[in-house]
């Protein structure tokens, strides 16, 4: 039984330029996280999904930042433009439903470098 | 608004002795908490978590935790620590007001445990 499926797993690229991550959430799971980690801020929530739809995006840190989810099995968190204080692991995580007792099933992340 | 506290950065232990993670929680309402461990460039893996009931909850590898609902603490054992377990541990709150209201889960800053021959 596949998990979260995030891609790439490693990003490296230069100040200005546009990063695509993504996550492929378990099936079944309706409720998709992005969470980024650093060694500074720890594991910060950015955005949520549930059903699709966006719920809380109070932790999205500037306009740079972006996330979509178009379909149940699909997510996307862009960054335009990035800024070496961008580089972080990004993570991804869903569950089944924004029930209290659920628990959230992590991907391994995407370790992003902005040079 | 909901918060976790786990107070130590790194707990050493010896292979074979018993281990405590200690984590405290603030919520306004019925706390929901949970324990997850991150592996070297790995996402976080779910250990155990306290909905309701029996005070003590057992997760993988061995693992429990105990709800103290007086001193708000949720620490995590394990009576006889392998070097395996040696990790991040974090553990996480979330206020049980209402499905939807309240579905951020917050997580503390994470204890490194390390676990020695």
């Known amino acids: 039984d596949a998990g979260v499926i995030q891609s790439p797993r490693h990003e490296v690229t230069e100040m200005g330029q546009e990063v695509t991550l993504r996550c492929k959430p378990i099936?079944?799971?309706?409720?998709l996280f992005w969470y980024r980690q650093t060694m500074m801020r720890g594991l910060e929530l950015l955005i949520y999904f549930n059903n699709n739809v966006p719920i809380d995006d109070s932790g999205m840190p500037e306009d740079r930042f972006s996330a979509k989810m178009p379909n149940a099995s699909f997510s996307t968190l862009k960054i335009q433009p990035s800024e070496p204080r961008d580089s972080a692991v990004y993570f991804c995580?869903?569950?089944?439903?924004?029930?209290?007792?659920?628990?959230?099933?992590f991907g391994p992340g995407t370790r992003l470098t902005v040079l | 608004a909901q918060s976790v506290a786990q107070p130590e950065d790194q707990v050493n232990v010896a292979e074979g002795n018993p281990l405590t993670v200690k984590c405290t929680y603030s919520?306004?309402?019925?706390?929901?908490l949970f324990w997850y461990v991150q592996y070297p460039n790995r996402g976080l893996q779910f250990l155990l978590k306290?909905?309701?009931?029996?005070?003590l909850v057992k997760g993988s590898y061995g693992f429990e935790a105990e709800f103290n609902k007086s001193q708000t603490s949720f620490h995590l054992k394990k009576p006889s620590a392998l070097v395996s377990d040696s990790a991040l541990y974090f553990c996480a709150v979330r206020d049980g007001k209402g499905i939807g209201t309240a579905s951020k889960l917050t997580f503390g800053t994470g204890t490194r445990l390390q676990v020695t021959l």
């Open positions: 099936s079944g799971h309706n409720s």
């Open positions: 995580a869903s569950s089944h439903g924004l029930a209290e007792n659920n628990e959230q099933f």
């Open positions: 919520v306004s309402g019925n706390p929901y």
């Open positions: 306290y909905i309701t009931g029996d005070n």
